[in-house]
Nanobody, 114 residues
Framework: QVQLMESGGDLVEAGGSLRLSCVAS????????MGWYRQSPGKQRELVAS???????TYADSVKSRFTISRDNAKKTVYLQMNILEPEDTAVYYC????????WGQGTQVTVSS
């Protein structure tokens, strides 16, 4: 079973930046379409960004132009650079492949204060 370990979450003020990282314990990471998801209290988990094995990225409208997804296949790691953070970005952030596996990591908490 693949293990996913997210890190980098923190408490930041609105307008600030954070960089999230996620390491995936799979030998086939390089060929996977990976994604960052988030879940706020009372809301369903949503996909915020994804990146193909070839490096093509897509974003939810709510984060477009503020977030950047990237990957390092040698390190089996996917990153999410988050800039101009807003209180609405407060959530637990998870990585997974896209479409997702059924198992998830523990996620990393991002809290944006106004």
């Amino acid at each position: 079973q693949v293990q996913l370990m997210e890190s980098g979450g923190d408490l930041v003020e609105a307008g600030g930046s954070l960089r999230l990282s996620c390491v995936a314990s799979t030998s086939v990471f390089a060929i996977l379409h990976m994604g960052w998801y988030r879940q706020s209290p009372g809301k369903q988990r949503e996909l915020v960004a994804s990146i193909t094995s070839g490096g093509t990225s897509t974003y939810a409208d709510s984060v477009k132009s503020r977030f950047t997804i990237s990957r390092d296949n040698a390190k089996k790691t996917v990153y999410l650079q988050m800039n101009i953070l807003e209180p609405e970005d407060t959530a637990v952030y998870y990585c997974n492949k896209y479409p997702s596996w059924s198992n998830w990591g523990q996620g990393t908490q991002v809290t944006v204060s106004s």
